[in-house]
């Protein structure tokens, strides 16, 4: 088996590629710059955060025009990051790369670091969402491409334990972008618990 993981250089993703590479699967990590506020930051902590445990630098697809085209707090500076959040089509948009790039390299899997259903702030963070998603990227790629999120059980206190028990250090969660993270935006109130 193998797998295309979905990383940004956050916690959630970082630690998916590091509980992947700990089962022994190909892994075939994967960024997706989509036009975000922060991706020179992320792709920085992605890059170091996998050499750190080990992986091989991510495939970087560039789909930065999504950003100009579908415009959220995440992705122009001039709406507000906490409360203009919602980037219509992001996981989608991620999964279907992820799943192209998966037949591409013959991997059997992706992998997203979504968390437990019950933080889901937005309709493409839920079981249904990856159920769906899986079944039409299986038609899409005209075979089955399994969409695995082995984070669904936790919760983000859950995963600041196990990435501090694992040594994961130096990742990004901020969806601004400057060198502090803001406090503000979704990424950050999500480690307020």
Known sequence: MSV???VSGGLDSTLVAYLTRETGVEQHPLFINYGQRSCQRELEACRSSLRR????????????????LIR??????KLRVYEDA???????????????????VNADAVAIGLLHESTSLFPDQTSAFLSGAEKMITRCMGKPIKVLAPLASFYKKDVVSLAAQKGIRGTYSC???????????????????
């Open 86 to 104: 919602f980037t219509p089509g992001r996981n989608m948009l991620f999964l279907l790369v992820a799943a192209a790039h998966a037949h591409q």
């Open 175 to 193: 969806h601004v972008g400057n060198e502090e993270p803001c406090g503000a935006c979704i990424a950050c109130k999500e480690f307020n618990f």
């Open 4 to 6: 295309v993981t979905l």
């Open 72 to 77: 959220s707090g995440l992705t122009d500076t």
């Open 53 to 68: 445990i080990g992986l091989a630098e991510p495939t970087v697809a560039d789909l930065s025009g999504f950003g100009h």
